[in-house]
T-cell receptor
Framework: GENVEQHPSTLSVQEGDSAVIKCTYS??????FPWYKQELGKRPQLIID?????GEKKDQRIAVTLNKTAKHFSLHITETQPEDSAVYFC???????????FGSGTKLNVKP | ETGVTQTPRHLVMGMTNKKSLKCEQH?????MYWYKQSAKKPLELMFV???????ENNSVPSRFSPECPNSSHLFLHLHTLQPEDSALYLC?????????????FGPGTRLTVL
């Protein structure tokens, strides 16, 4: 089955700096890659996603890039703010649309 | 709350108890999921129901028993659990058609097994 690895496990940045979180996947048939943000004590919420027919997608300060050949995708957050502090999870959807594989999460801390 | 709701939000049970977790989605989705979230571990997929049929059982011990009576409700029945089963249990739902893949999560049930 699919194996998703996520790095780093923790990331600390100064407010205003950029943050990058990387994920790799193993199944070349995976075709949908969402990113979730989970604040302390709250549910994971989708913040951005990308499909395999697209290389990059942006939404204000957040962007995701996908390299299908290398089987990796990354989350980029620019001009970080303290409210960006949370745990971020990447995921890959396999060929079976019902099955998602999650990375282990990255705890982002944005220092004011 | 709207979207995906879960009850109870917190549950403490002994190893000999029987309890059930409930999930309800108000989004008109046709797929529902149970995940286990433990500290410092990825989200672990437990069960998937699509059109009320179980399509995935990810090697989950039989002390966890899911039930999906209709497309809006999902239960997780618990019996003779172990302390290592203590975790946050998240329900999610998604829609196959339209924009396939996007999942919406419930707030979770924090389970503690004594």
């Amino acid at each position: 089955g699919e194996n998703v690895e996520q790095h780093p496990s923790t990331l600390s940045v100064q407010e205003g700096d950029s943050a990058v979180i990387k994920c790799t996947y193993s199944d070349s048939a995976s075709n949908y890659f969402p990113w979730y943000k989970q604040e302390l004590g709250k549910r994971p919420q989708l913040i951005i996603d990308i499909r395999s027919n697209v290389g990059e997608k942006k939404d204000q300060r957040i962007a995701v890039t996908l390299n299908k050949t290398a089987k990796h995708f990354s989350l980029h957050i620019t001009e970080t703010q303290p409210e960006d502090s949370a745990v971020y999870f990447c995921a890959a959807k396999g060929y079976n649309f019902n099955k998602f594989y999650f990375g282990s999460g990255t705890k982002l801390n944005v220092k004011p | 709350e709207t979207g995906v709701t879960q009850t109870p939000r917190h549950l403490v049970m002994g190893m000999t108890n029987k309890k059930s977790l409930k999930c309800e989605q108000h989004l008109g989705h046709n797929a529902m999921y149970w995940y286990k979230q433990s500290a410092k571990k990825p989200l672990e997929l437990m069960f998937v129901y699509s059109l009320e049929e179980r399509v995935e059982n990810n090697s989950v011990p039989s002390r966890f028993s899911p039930e999906c009576p209709n497309s809006s409700h999902l239960f997780l029945h618990l019996h003779t659990l172990q302390p290592e089963d203590s975790a946050l249990y998240l329900c999610a739902s998604s829609q196959a058609q339209g924009r396939p893949g996007e999942q919406f999560f419930g707030p979770g049930t924090r389970l503690t097994v004594l």
